[in-house]
T-cell receptor, first 115, second 111 residues
Framework: DVKVTQSSRYLVKRTGEKVFLECVQDMDHENMFWYRQDPGLGLRLIYFSYDVKMKEKGDIPEGYSVSREKKERFSLILESASTNQTSMYLC??????????????FGPGTRLTVT | DAKTTQPTSMDCAEGRAANLPCNHSTISGNEYVYWYRQIHSQGPQYIIHGLKNNETNEMASLIITEDRKSSTLILPHATLRDTAVYYCIVRWRAGGFKTIFGAGTRLFVKA
């Protein structure tokens, strides 16, 4: 079974703090993703990575950065947390298929509250 | 990517089959149909995908109409733990990595 783990299930941070969210997958997947999920807005893609040290912006990258130094690990960084970044953060991974976009496997999510 | 239309919510009795419909009338020949579900407070879970033929795995069956304009996800013996939001998505490789999860269908399995 594919396993995607996230460092915390719940996190409370103060405005202005630097926040690190870690994601690890154990299936040697090339692609990794960070989403946030908010009521009424669905899942929105923040950043994704298709290889080590490679990253691409998603729909809402402002206020976030990412790091992928190893294939299995993808980190999301909030440089200076703000209250509008209070959300559920979901990490996912997928493999590269020749003729289709493979299914994504999601972690359990991190519910971040910024006060 | 083609747009999908799903009912907002559905009920199903425990032990009965749950049939979740999805319309994707603008689907193109290269687009696959994917189903995910999201149980409350968890990340989405991949269920099944298909292109033209019907597919079955340990979780569910996927029936795709011959014209590919609609599909049905079947949970053969629904349990209370199948209560979740079910998302139908159509994707193809050239569409890039963006996966749009719409509102989905909220399935309530009742005892």
């Amino acid at each position: 079974d594919v396993k995607v783990t996230q460092s915390s299930r719940y996190l409370v941070k103060r405005t202005g703090e630097k926040v690190f969210l870690e994601c690890v997958q154990d299936m040697d997947h090339e692609n990794m993703f960070w989403y946030r999920q908010d009521p009424g807005l669905g899942l929105r893609l923040i950043y994704f990575s298709y290889d080590v040290k490679m990253k691409e912006k998603g729909d809402i990258p402002e206020g976030y950065s990412v790091s992928r130094e190893k294939k299995e690990r993808f980190s999301l960084i909030l440089e200076s947390a703000s209250t509008n970044q209070t959300s559920m953060y979901l990490c996912a991974s997928s493999f590269t298929d020749q003729d289709r976009i493979s299914e994504q496997y999601f972690g359990p999510g991190t519910r971040l509250t910024v006060t | 990517d083609a747009k999908t239309t799903q009912p907002t919510s559905m009920d199903c009795a425990e032990g009965r089959a749950a049939n979740l419909p999805c319309n994707h009338s603008t689907i193109s020949g290269n687009e696959y149909v994917y189903w995910y579900r999201q149980i409350h407070s968890q990340g989405p879970q991949y269920i099944i995908h298909g292109l033209k033929n019907n597919e079955t795995n340990e979780m569910a069956s996927l029936i795709i109409t011959e014209d590919r304009k609609s599909s049905t996800l079947i949970l053969p013996h629904a349990t209370l733990r199948d209560t979740a939001v079910y998302y139908c998505i159509v994707r193809w490789r050239a569409g890039g990595f963006k996966t749009i999860f719409g509102a989905g269908t909220r399935l309530f399995v009742k005892a």
